[in-house]
């Protein structure tokens, strides 16, 4: 037999539950559908923290348009209202109503990293669109403003109930963006109870409950449905594009190498560097090195970071965790990972695609600790571990565009292999296909780049005057030469920087076509 919700105490209106309170009737004639919102996954895994980050930033453009939506929906069914009254405070909710939409946009943009112009274009979900037509119809019947508010019921009772039950639950993960930009916002009761005190006070006296119940129980429904879109990632968002490039923290680059670990340091750190050959995960001082560069790739699942000298990919490994982070190391198979942009900087943060609390952190302590222990400073390998978000200064990471140093077939063969072994000999014959292409297009850059600057060194020495021109002048010309040639360095290197990316695409293209044939 199923009972009625424990709804939270901050409602005296539900705790009373009294036969002629009409919310607690609603929710009584309703409560397999209301059950059903209130325990959906989605917003489970924002609370134990392994909710897709796309899925969520999907969730939060859709979640901003049904803001948008009622917000419209409001001044049509004030509009309806037989009462002035509601008419003349209407710009004071209204104005409310625009800072939702603000606040949300504003979370999307500056903490999710998706631009203005990628909400804009992103298309409403059909789950979205059924809420919407249910709502227009909702409110152009009689009491357009009591339905209104019985429309919108669900959504107010129902976040508050999952935040506050969330917020209580000790197992909530609390260092997630899902906490502070989901739980904690919808943990705000003032709205509930101005609700249920609005609906009670009025739809008593209007009798009509078959079509409140109806109501209610559709948006229940919808409501879910909006949960749903939380689930559902229809294209991954590329907080980074895909591309070849340096991982860094402050001067440490994530490198993937073998590591030697001798007296004295070898007890303090041994866990932090596992012993198979070309295994460990480490920081090191930056050197351009093909270990020290990474393919990043998007996919629904999140991101990967395989090594371009390897071929293998960052993740954890297997029954090495310790209290100060979880022990990585290079992996034959794909280890996902989320990319989320540190608010109003350059960087980024790089967690677990399995739970967002862990992200990717250069220990940096751990090293000054063994190398106090030991009294000696010339280990200087930085462990890297999975850790327990803290957004410390170690966690935060820069990505630089790089182009592959050119590889040999042997190179190459460990680049395949990190995917599928193939043939040799089609390695061999892959690697001076992308090399050539490479070489060829690099070439054309420059090429482009020292005709262009010849061409107006001459213009600008003709207009100085040729042979006979004073010191002053040619200072000049240089002077405005090398201001030009900044300006079209500029913009050369954004040509660059699309050329390389472009280049990596075709380089999967290729890789991708040796595995057809193997």
């Not at 310790?322 to 900087?345: C, F, H």
């Amino acid at each position: 037999m199923q009972s009625t919700p424990e709804l939270p105490s901050a409602s005296q209106h539900l705790q009373s539950q009294t036969e002629d309170d009409v919310v607690t009737k609603l929710l009584k004639d309703n409560i397999d559908v209301y059950e059903e919102l209130l325990n959906h996954p989605f917003p489970q895994s924002l609370g134990n923290g392994t909710a897709s980050l796309d899925g969520f930033r999907y969730y939060m453009i859709q979640d901003t348009f049904y803001l948008e939506t009622c917000a419209r929906i409001k001044m049509l069914a004030v509009a309806r209202s037989p009462s002035f009254k509601e008419v003349e405070i209407f710009s004071k909710r209204h104005e409310s109503s625009l800072k939702y939409v603000k606040e949300s946009r504003k979370t999307l943009v500056s903490k999710l990293g998706v631009p203005e112009d990628v909400i804009d274009d992103t298309p409403r979900s059909k789950n979205l669109e059924q809420s919407e037509k249910f709502y227009k119809d909702a409110v152009g019947e009689d009491d357009a403003y009591l339905a209104y508010y019985v429309v919108l019921l669900p959504c107010i009772l129902s976040y508050w109930q999952i935040a506050e039950r969330l917020m209580k639950d000790p197992s909530t993960v609390k260092n997630v963006i899902y906490y502070t930009d989901w739980i904690e916002v919808n943990y705000d009761s003032s709205s509930t109870d101005k609700y249920i005190k609005f609906i009670n006070a009025n739809l008593t006296a209007k009798g009509g409950s078959d079509r409140w119940h109806n109501i209610f129980k559709t948006a229940c429904q919808l409501e879910s449905g909006i949960f749903d879109t939380g689930l559902q990632v229809p294209k991954p968002y590329q907080i980074v594009p895909n591309g070849t490039y340096s991982i860094r923290s402050s001067s440490v680059a994530l490198a993937n190498k073998s590591v030697t670990l001798r007296p004295p340091v070898d007890k303090s750190l041994k866990l932090y560097f596992p012993s198979t050959a070309g295994s460990s995960i480490v920081g090191i001082e930056k050197t351009g090195r093909n270990n020290e560069k990474w393919h990043v790739a998007i996919s629904k699942n999140g991101y990967t970071f395989q090594n371009v000298e390897t071929g293998h990919y960052i993740g954890p490994a297997t029954g090495l965790n310790r209290k100060d982070g979880r022990i990585l190391q290079a992996l034959t198979k794909p280890y996902y990972w989320w990319i989320n942009p540190v608010q109003e900087s350059p960087l980024y943060q790089i967690y677990e695609s399995a739970n967002l609390r862990y992200t990717l952190n250069a220990a940096t302590e751990i090293l000054k600790s063994a190398n106090r222990l030991t009294r000696s400073t010339d280990f200087d390998h930085t462990p890297i571990v999975s850790g327990e978000n803290e957004q410390g200064p170690y966690q935060m990471w820069s990505f630089e565009l790089e182009k592959p140093e050119q590889l040999d077939a042997g190179e190459s063969n460990k680049i395949v292999q990190g995917n599928n072994t193939i043939d040799d000999n089609k390695v061999s014959e892959l690697a001076a296909r992308y090399e050539q292409m490479l070489r060829e297009e690099f070439e054309d850059a420059q090429q482009l780049r020292e005709k262009r600057s010849e061409a107006i060194r001459q213009e600008l020495l003709l207009e100085a005057g040729q042979d006979n021109v004073s010191e002053d002048t040619v200072q000049r010309a240089v002077e405005l030469f090398e201001k030009y040639e900044r300006v079209l360095g500029e913009a050369l290197e954004a040509i660059e920087q699309q050329r390389r990316v472009h280049n990596e695409e075709k380089r999967q293209e290729i890789l991708a076509e040796g595995r057809s044939v193997a």
